[in-house]
């Protein structure tokens, strides 16, 4: 691949249509990158490379602007990666979202927020966005008492956009299941957690807010997942007893949340942040 290749012999590398190999390019900038003077553009190594991702991506059920989100990182420098937003495009979006959750305005909140997500994945839009604005009005309210119905319909756009993060396909194996400790209202965090998986294709159990000891025992005993991810926000939910308890049946059982303070147990382990849980879940769902 000397002089690089040509579209049609890409497309016969990767056995896919042209036309498909032009969406990819036109849309998501998966194109040729080699260029040599009087000649159209030539596909290259790390061009190819990043194709065939694309193709085994999308092949495997991922979203194609999630593939592609992936497939681009394939031989960039790190600070040309997609999630690496500029300081002051972060601050803009922190600012845009804000204002519109002050107003209320449910629809700008959505668009915003999911066009983060097709931008710089969830992680990234978790980190960078949502937990400073859900953090900034939090801290309002504790101040004065006010914004409950700012925080609500905001979390409510984050759960819609979330849940839209499409998931494995039905028949996929399932190896995490996610829940909060009995009581533990906030199950937003698992909810990005959810959907950081299944961008990278791995499903789980979400089982949301409040999950009682005994139906948390019953769920693991009739699935067998490798790994549990327990999460509490607050101090009084943070019961260690059920933990001790999934460790007999459960391979790896976690622990994430302020709720659980500094707490270090060799029985499970403590997850300090989203990209920490997804890679420990994807290590283990592979």
Known sequence: MKDGLSPKEVAQRLGIAVSTLRTWHTRYGLGPGEHTSGSHRRYGHNDLARLEVMRDLTARGFHAATAARIAVTVGAPHDERPGTEAPETIRRSVRGLAKAANRLDVLAMRVLIDDHVSAYGVIDTWDHLLRPVLGGIGDRHATTGRFVEVEHLL???????????????????????????????????????????????????????????????????????????????????????????????????????????????????????LREAVELATRLGA
């Open 155 to 273: 979390s409510r756009c984050v759960s819609e956009v979330l849940g839209s993060v499409p998931r494995p396909r039905p028949g996929a194996r399932l190896s995490v299941m996610l829940a909060c400790a009995a009581g533990e209202t906030h199950s937003l965090p698992l909810e990005a957690l959810a959907a950081a998986l299944a961008e990278r294709d791995v499903g789980c159990w979400l089982l949301g807010s409040r999950v009682p000891t005994d139906a948390l025992l019953d769920a693991t005993e009739r699935t067998g997942p490798d790994l549990v991810v327990m999460w509490s926000h607050d101090a009084d939910t943070a019961d260690a007893e059920p933990l001790t308890a999934l460790s007999s049946r459960v391979p790896v059982v976690a622990i994430a949340g302020p709720g659980w303070g500094d707490r270090p147990d060799p029985g499970w382990t403590f997850l300090a942040s």
